[in-house]
């Protein structure tokens, strides 16, 4: 007679079998999977091992776990994630917004930290599910962002996930080509644009090369057209003395520095990721005073 299912025991076999798959973190995987499928907390393992899990419920583990060992991301399987706080919705035209990306928020943060309450206006291009801008707003209660997008369905993730977070009232979402559809000026630009090179992305690792959407890797053969037309662009987009940052590879701070010094920018700031390396800069028009707030070097 098989023993019934209970949570202690469904967690056990789902990191079983994903440790036998290979996968890097298994435990940590088996437990947001297990959780997902029986709508338990962190805490019901350790609280209720003896929990019973039904039918359905177990069903539902064996279908996620082994779409996990298949090597589907987690969050893809979960259909989101976190990212600064926000539940992030995704869709197969949205990236997996990266813990890297904060080190482009703390930037920016930190660039306009003389006036947090100030109304702002933030312009994002590449929105994806629009975690950079839709974190920006969460910060500052009186700025208002637009973000933009070429993949219709990551505007459609960005406007939902806009209302599931409660910060609808001030943002907004359309397609666009980069700035080809943007009418107006912003005090920040942010962008998080692709930056693998076109040559490299078949060595990246399978899950995000066979589950991130192309057209958030390649940015062309060496990676970095989408910073030449964001440094083209910017400054008929930027209102007095505005800022625009962007998230880079951690090889690249000087070839994009080069990009926007020769569009008439100066370096303002840069932030390093978690692991140290270099993640993003912001410019701002060279001989220009900073417009809504104060130093930053
Ligand atoms: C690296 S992803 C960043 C997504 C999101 N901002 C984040 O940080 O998670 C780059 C984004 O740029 C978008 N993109 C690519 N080419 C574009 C273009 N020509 N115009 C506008 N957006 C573009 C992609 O669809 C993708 O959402």
């Given at each position: 007679m098989t023993e019934p299912m209970t949570l202690g025991r469904a967690l056990a076999g789902a990191r079983k079998k994903l440790t036998e798959a290979g996968i890097g973190d298994a435990a940590r995987d088996a437990r947001l999977l297990v959780e997902a499928a029986t709508g338990t907390g962190r805490l019901d393992a350790i609280a209720r091992p003896d929990m019973p899990v039904d039918e359905a419920a177990a069903g539902r583990i064996e279908v996620c776990v082994a779409r996990r060992a298949a090597g589907e991301p987690v969050h893809r399987i979960l259909g989101g994630r976190s990212f600064h706080g926000l539940d992030l919705a995704l869709n197969?035209?949205?990236?997996?917004?990266?813990?890297?990306s904060e080190a482009m928020v703390g930037l920016a943060l930190d660039l306009f930290r003389a006036n947090p309450g100030g109304a702002a206006t933030i312009l994002d291009l590449g929105t994806g599910t629009g975690a950079i801008g839709l974190a920006l707003l969460a910060e500052w209660p009186h700025a208002r962002a637009h973000g933009v997008d070429i993949a219709k369905g990551a505007v459609e993730a960005a406007i939902a996930n806009a209302a599931n977070a409660g910060l609808a009232a001030r943002f907004s979402a359309s397609v666009s080509d980069w700035f080809a559809a943007v009418a107006g000026r912003y005090d920040l630009i942010v962008s998080n644009p692709p930056y693998i090179a076109s040559g490299a992305i078949g060595a990246l690792d399978r899950e995000v090369r066979e589950h991130d959407p192309r057209r958030a890797l390649d940015g062309g053969g060496d990676g970095l057209d989408a910073y030449r037309i964001i440094a083209a662009g910017a400054a008929a987009h930027l209102a007095e003395g505005g800022v625009v940052a962007v998230e880079t590879g951690f090889d690249q701070r000087e070839a994009v520095t080069a990009i926007f010094t020769a569009r008439g920018?100066?370096?303002r700031g840069s932030a390093r990721d978690l692991g140290g390396r270099d993640r993003a800069l912001a410019f701002r028009a060279a001989n220009k005073p900073l417009g809504i707030s104060g130093e930053c070097v």
């Open positions: 197969a035209d949205t990236l997996e917004p990266r813990d890297d920018f100066d370096l």
